[in-house]
C-alpha cells in the first residue's frame, strides 16, 4: 500500500509541476513588452502562499510520511516567487506598490501560521490547525476555474480551457486525492477530491463543446468581462493579437488551481 501511495504521490509531482510551469509563456511575454499590461500579479501571490502552507504542513514534524507534499509544494513556491518579482520589476509603480503590499501579506500570513504552529501547538493540534489552514486557502480557490467553466457555458467555446490543462488538472488532482485517501490524510484527499471532480467537469465540456467555435465576438467579449469579474472578485490567484491575450489570461486563470491539486 505505501508503493501504491508513493507512486500516485510522484504522479501528483509532475502533473503538478507542469501546472506550475504553464504561466511561462505569459511571463516571456511580459519580459519581451517590459509591461505586465493587462495581467493580474495577485493569482500569483496568492499561489504562493498556497504552496507555502502546503509545503509546511507536508514536513515531517507537522505531518509524518506527508514528504512528496512538502517537495512539490516547496518548488510551486519558488517558481511562484519567481513570477511575482518579474511582475514586481515590470509592473506600473501604482500597481507595483499593491503588489508589494499584498507580497507583504502573503508573507504575515505564513509566518503567523508557522510561528504559531511551532511555539503554541504540539502533536495533533498543530497537524490539525496546519492542515486547516492549507485546506481553506486550497478550496477557496477553486472560484477562479469556475469562472473559465462558466465561460466555456455561455460561449459554447473551449477556446480558452485548453485541454491539455483541462487535462493536466484532472490527474493532479485524481492523483493526490487517491494519494491522500491511501495515507488516511482529509487534508490531503478533501480538497483534491474537489479538484478532481472539477477537472472532469472541465474535460466533460470539452468533449460536448470541443467541435463548437461558438460565436467569436460574444466570447471574445465574454473573455474580457470574465477578467473583469476576477479583478473585483478575487480572493487572491489563449488567434490574432487579441485572442492571444485573452486566452493567455484565461490561461492564468486555470493555473489557479494548481494550489488547490496540491
Given at each position: 500500500m505505501d508503493v501504491v501511495r508513493f507512486i500516485f504521490g510522484i504522479l501528483g509531482n509532475a502533473?503538478?509541476?507542469?501546472?506550475?510551469?504553464?504561466?511561462?509563456?505569459?511571463?516571456?511575454r511580459i519580459i519581451r513588452k517590459r509591461s505586465t499590461e493587462d495581467f493580474s500579479g495577485v493569482p500569483y501571490n496568492m499561489t504562493m502562499l498556497n504552496c507555502l502552507l502546503s509545503a509546511w504542513y507536508g514536513l515531517p514534524f507537522i505531518s509524518p510520511n506527508n514528504l512528496l507534499v512538502s517537495t512539490i509544494n516547496g518548488t510551486g513556491a519558488v517558481i511562484e516567487a519567481v513570477y511575482v518579482m518579474i511582475f514586481l520589476i515590470f509592473a506600473p509603480p501604482k500597481m507595483r506598490i499593491r503588489m508589494f503590499g499584498l507580497l507583504m501579506v502573503v508573507i504575515s500570513i505564513f509566518s503567523t501560521v508557522a510561528l504559531v504552529s511551532l511555539l503554541a501547538l504540539h502533536g495533533s493540534h498543530r497537524k490539525l490547525f496546519c492542515g486547516l489552514a492549507a485546506t481553506i486557502f486550497s478550496i477557496a480557490m477553486y472560484a477562479s476555474p469556475?469562472?473559465?467553466?462558466?465561460?466555456?457555458?455561455?460561449?459554447?467555446?473551449?477556446?480558452?480551457?485548453?485541454?491539455?490543462?483541462?487535462?493536466?488538472?484532472?490527474?493532479?488532482?485524481?492523483?493526490?486525492?487517491?494519494?491522500?485517501?491511501l495515507g488516511r490524510d482529509p487534508f490531503v484527499?478533501?480538497?483534491?477530491?474537489?479538484?478532481s471532480f472539477l477537472g472532469t467537469l472541465q474535460l466533460i465540456l470539452y468533449a460536448i463543446y470541443r467541435n463548437n467555435k461558438g460565436n467569436e465576438i460574444d466570447a471574445n467579449n465574454s473573455a474580457r468581462d470574465s477578467s473583469v469579474e476576477m479583478e473585483e472578485t478575487k480572493h487572491t490567484n489563449g488567434n490574432g493579437t487579441t485572442n492571444y491575450k485573452d486566452m493567455e489570461q484565461g490561461n492564468d486563470q486555470v493555473h489557479q488551481k494548481i494550489v488547490s491539486q496540491v
Open positions: 502533473t503538478a509541476l507542469f501546472l506550475f510551469l504553464s504561466p511561462i509563456v505569459t511571463f516571456q469556475l469562472s473559465i467553466m462558466r465561460l466555456v457555458i455561455k460561449t459554447k467555446s473551449v477556446e480558452y480551457m485548453p485541454f491539455l490543462l483541462s487535462l493536466f488538472v484532472f490527474l493532479c488532482g485524481t492523483s493526490w486525492f487517491i494519494y491522500g485517501l484527499a478533501v480538497p483534491n477530491g474537489c479538484g
